[in-house]
């Protein structure tokens, strides 16, 4: 069994995708990996990767083989214990994820994104009315984080207190997905209290009535979900719905302060907006990986992937592989760059990705109407995470209109 021809004739690798030097510049790294073979061994982690198109779509649209009940980052649920109770949605296979995500579909229902346009686009404009006037900000602390840190925990219904702990939270679970390296334990290092005020935020009794929160605790009440499983979908709300969006954002003014012809044909073409986001997300994804773990011995590309094994997914590999993209290295906002697979695909794809893109369309047209042109007034600097690819500071000057 383990001396079999295609295992023994497996493209390996040495290389840390968690290391420091590989999260600063993975790009070279990803080439690497893809060209290295439809599927290679990880030997420093005993796992296997996938870093073509191609591959990582279809393992995503295979979740009977490829699972994520055994969890989507590099721990093993069946063979170690979760740093917390698994999510029902994420961390789940139908049935259970089939009910779950019953209720969040609904919920985050093009109907309801309509009603929250009117206040996130108000709000996107204050804010940026507010950062052209003061010229020079810092884009990911004044509008990165600023933005959907207030527009998200007010849909959900949170109360204002204490919001300084969901950046803290989502660090400590994206950066779970990965090893335990450095990267979890400076992430980790307070996870207590902030995980007791995460947890203290996701009963009936903490959210705001009519809200989206609220409306999974009506689906406790319409014998779709049990009370605390209700608790556990507002725990993925607060999980996935803030950093996600931040390093989106990051990444956004980024791509536009270094790409700046392409801010001019945004400008000069706000129709082009929707499809630009699509673009910052294949060109830098703010999720960069997730994993999947088999559930049988399956054969990829000639080569064999034993029963439960795990398996490393190379989103943002994907998004620049040269058998799917036409100059895949270049940022092009007239790009037709939807089937990125920053969003997943598949049963597990993305189920807030409408509100991301009410997020971003309300700040990219906000500043469309405002800014000329971004400039640097500093080297931006990287914020390193596990799952989560974006910076930590982005000196901005705008250029007003
Ligand atoms: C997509 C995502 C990321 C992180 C956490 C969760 C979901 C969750 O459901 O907790």
């Keep these: 069994m383990a001396s079999d021809q295609a295992t023994l004739s497996r493209p ?19 080439e690497a990996l893809r060209e290295a073979g439809p599927v290679v061994w990880l030997e420093k982690y005993g796992i296997w ?11 995503l649209t295979d979740w009977q083989t490829y699972c994520s009940s055994a969890g989507v980052g590099l721990s093993d649920f069946r063979k170690e214990p979760p740093w917390r109770p698994p999510s029902i949605i994420l961390e789940a296979d139908p049935p259970l994820h089939t009910r779950t995500r019953a209720v969040l579909t609904r919920i985050l229902s093009p109907a309801a994104i309509k009603i929250l346009r009117e206040t996130f686009d108000r709000e996107a404009e204050l804010l940026i009315d507010r950062l052209v006037d003061r010229r020079e900000f810092d884009g990911i602390a004044d509008l990165a984080e600023a933005y959907p840190l207030k527009v998200f925990p007010d849909a959900v219904g949170l109360s204002e207190d204490g ?10 679970v994206f950066n779970s997905f990965g090893p335990r390296n450095d990267l979890f334990d400076k992430a980790t290092a307070n996870a207590g209290p902030v995980r007791d005020w995460i947890m203290s935020k996701c009963s009936r009794a903490a959210l705001a009535p009519g809200r989206l929160g609220m409306q999974i605790f009506d689906a406790v ?43 001019t044909i945004l400008r000069e073409n706000p129709a082009l907006i929707r499809g630009a986001f699509e673009e910052v997300l294949r060109f830098e994804a703010p999720v960069q990986t997730f994993f999947r773990t088999t559930t049988k011995a399956v054969e990829v590309s ?26 895949p290295d270049t940022f092009d906002v ?55 690819r974006g910076f930590d500071r982005i000196p901005l000057r705008v250029v007003p209109v």
Aim: with cysteine; net charge negative; proline share 4%.
């Design 334 to 388: 007239r790009r037709r760059a939807t089937g990125h697979m920053t969003f997943g695909t598949g049963i597990h794809g993305c189920v807030g990705q409408a509100v991301a893109r009410l997020e971003t369309e309300a700040i990219l047209t906000a500043l469309a109407k405002r800014v000329a042109s971004f400039e640097l007034t500093g080297e931006p600097e990287r914020r390193l995470n596990n799952t989560l």
């Design 302 to 327: 000639g080569v064999r992937i034993g029963d439960g094994e795990k398996v490393l997914l190379f989103l943002a590999a994907a998004n620049r592989d040269p058998r799917r993209w036409d100059k």
């Design 221 to 263: 009440d319409a014998g779709e979900l049990t009370e605390n499983e209700a608790g556990m979908l507002v725990r993925s709300f607060l999980s996935a719905g803030i950093d996600t969006t931040v390093y989106g954002l990051g990444n956004a003014l980024y791509c536009f302060a270094a790409y700046p012809e392409q801010w």
């Design 163 to 172: 919001r300084e702990n969901l950046l803290p939270y989502g660090s400590m």
């Design 49 to 59: 990767t996938m870093a073509r198109h191609q591959e990582v779509r279809d393992a």
């Design 12 to 30: 390996v690798s040495t290389v840390d995708p968690f290391s420091h030097e590989f999260l600063r510049d993975p790009y070279p790294h990803h």
